[in-house]
C-alpha cells in the first residue's frame, strides 16, 4: 500500500511540473516553433496577451525601462546626499523566466475570470553594482584639503586657508544595501556608511611653521645714511626680498633677487664702497638690506653659504656683522635648514629711518633663541699715505684721493639661550679681518 502511494505521489509531481512548464528551453526556441502566449496575461501589468514571446520580451522591457527612469535610490553621506536613477545602474530583470512561464499558461481563459498577473524580479550584479555606485556617488567621496599659509606681502602677516576633513565611502557596504532595494524591486534611501580621512597637514601646524624666528633692524638715519637716493634704494631692496620664501634645502641668492643694479632697472645713484673708498654708484645703499637680513639670517639659525665683509666697519651695525653685495661682486647667501619652509618679510619704515627684515617659519625648539654679539679684538698697524702726482693740479696744490683707514679683527657670535633666559652655548660665528687701507694723495709735480 505505502508503496502504490509512493508510486502516485511521484506521478502528480511529474504531471504538475509538465503543467507549469511551457516546454521551451528558450525565448528563440519558442519564436522558432511560434508559439503565441495566451489570452488575459500581463507581465508587471502590461498585457501581453496573444503577443509572440520575443514581441512580448521586447515590450516588457521597454516597460522596464520606463520604470527605471522613475525609480531613484538616495544615499546620504554625512550632510550630503545624492539620488541616482535606476536606469544608472546595473539593474536586470527576469523577463526571459516570467515570459517562459507565462508560455506555460492555458491558451483560452475567460475575461471574466480576470487578467492572469505575472510579476518579474529585479537583480544585480554585486560587482558591477559595485563598480556603476564607485562612478554615480564619487561625488560623496572627497580627499582630505590641507591647511596652506601665504605671506600677505600688501598687509604683513600671513594668510591661512582651513584644512578639511575627507571622506571614504565603504562601498561594498553600499552596494549591498542598495542590492537588498534592488531585490525588493523598490527604491529608496540609505546611509552611506564612510569613514573620516584626516588631512595631513592641519590649520594648526601650518601656524607653528610661520612663526616669526627672528627679527633684526638697521638705522638709516642721519646724514651720511639717511640721503634720498640711498634711502631710495634700501626701500626698493627691501620691497624686492619682502614676501620670498624659500623651500626646504633651498637657497636664497640676494644679488640674483635684486638682479643688476643699473639705470634701467630703476636704481639710483647713491654712496657705496669700491676700491677702499666711497664713490657714487647704482644702487648704493642696498648692503644695508643685505647686512640686515644677514643678523636675521644668524638669529634663525639657517646657514650661511656665502657673505663677505665690507673694507671697513659700517656705523649702523657692529663690527663683524656686516654683509657686503654688489652687482657681478661679493654676494650674500643662505640655505634654509628647517623641513618647513622659511619666509623672508623685509620692510624700510621711512618715518622711523630704519630697515627690518623678520624671518618665519618654525622656531627653534623648546623656546630656544639666539642673540648676537661682536667685538675688535686686535687693531692692525696704522697704514702710510702715498702720494701720485696729478699734472692738472696748481703748484702747491694737493687733493686727497683716499683717507688711510687703520684696519682691525673682529670675532662675531651667536649666543644661544633656552626659554629661561639661560645661556646655553657660545659658538663662533667669523673672524673678519678689514685690512688696513693707505691712504693716496694727489699732489703737483710743479
Request: aromatic share 8%; proline share 4%; hydrophobic share 35%.
Amino acid at each position: 500500500m505505502k508503496k502504490l502511494f509512493a508510486i502516485f505521489s511521484v506521478l502528480l509531481c511529474c504531471l504538475c511540473c509538465a503543467a507549469c512548464s511551457s516546454g521551451y528551453s528558450s525565448i528563440e526556441e519558442a519564436e522558432a516553433d511560434g508559439a503565441r502566449l495566451g489570452e488575459c496575461i500581463t507581465i508587471d501589468g502590461v498585457n501581453v496577451s496573444g503577443m509572440s514571446p520575443a514581441g512580448a520580451f521586447e515590450t516588457v522591457e521597454a516597460a522596464h525601462t520606463e520604470a527605471l527612469r522613475s525609480l531613484y535610490y538616495t544615499i546620504s553621506a554625512g550632510e550630503d546626499s545624492l539620488d541616482i536613477s535606476g536606469s544608472l545602474l546595473p539593474i536586470a530583470f527576469n523577463t526571459r523566466e516570467v515570459i517562459l512561464e507565462a508560455l506555460s499558461l492555458k491558451k483560452h481563459w475567460p475575461a471574466a475570470n480576470g487578467a492572469r498577473e505575472l510579476r518579474t524580479s529585479m537583480a544585480a550584479d554585486g560587482g558591477e553594482l559595485k563598480a556603476a555606485l564607485e562612478k554615480r556617488s564619487a561625488s560623496l567621496q572627497c580627499a582630505p584639503k590641507n591647511a596652506g599659509a601665504s605671506y600677505d606681502k600688501a598687509n604683513g602677516g600671513f594668510r591661512y586657508t582651513e584644512h578639511h576633513e575627507g571622506r571614504s565611502i565603504d562601498f561594498d557596504d553600499l552596494a549591498s544595501q542598495i542590492s537588498d532595494l534592488i531585490a525588493g524591486n523598490s527604491g529608496g534611501s540609505v546611509i552611506a556608511r564612510s569613514s573620516p580621512l584626516t588631512p595631513e597637514y592641519t590649520i594648526d601646524m601650518a601656524k607653528a611653521d610661520t612663526q616669526l624666528i627672528s627679527e633684526f633692524s638697521t638705522s638709516f638715519a642721519g646724514r651720511t645714511y639717511g640721503k634720498a637716493n640711498r634711502v631710495f634704494n634700501i626701500c626698493k631692496a627691501a620691497d624686492m626680498i619682502d614676501g620670498v620664501t624659500l623651500a626646504p634645502g633651498e637657497e636664497f641668492d640676494m644679488n640674483a633677487s635684486l638682479g643688476d643694479r643699473n639705470k634701467n632697472n630703476g636704481w639710483r645713484t647713491a654712496a657705496a664702497i669700491k676700491e677702499g673708498a666711497y664713490v657714487q654708484e647704482y644702487g648704493g645703499g642696498v648692503c644695508q638690506v643685505s647686512t640686515t637680513l644677514y643678523n636675521a639670517v644668524l638669529m634663525a639659525d639657517l646657514e650661511v653659504t656665502e657673505r663677505k665683509h665690507h673694507s671697513w666697519p659700517l656705523g649702523y651695525v657692529d663690527i663683524g656683522r656686516d654683509a657686503t653685495i654688489s652687482t657681478g661682486g661679493p654676494n650674500f647667501k643662505f640655505r634654509n635648514t628647517q623641513e618647513v619652509p622659511v619666509t623672508i618679510a623685509a620692510a624700510a619704515d621711512t618715518g622711523a629711518k630704519t630697515v627690518t627684515v623678520r624671518i618665519y617659519g618654525r622656531p627653534l625648539p623648546d623656546g630656544q633663541y639666539i642673540e648676537l654679539t661682536s667685538k675688535k679684538i686686535k687693531a692692525l698697524s696704522n697704514p702710510a699715505t702715498d702720494t701720485e702726482f696729478d699734472y692738472s693740479l696748481a703748484p702747491g696744490q694737493s687733493k686727497i684721493i683716499r683717507k688711510p683707514r687703520r684696519g682691525s679683527v673682529a670675532e662675531s657670535y651667536k649666543l644661544y639661550y633656552d626659554a629661561n633666559g639661560g645661556l646655553i652655548k657660545k659658538e663662533l660665528v667669523s673672524t673678519d679681518t678689514y685690512r688696513s687701507i693707505s691712504g693716496i694723495v694727489s699732489v703737483s709735480p710743479y
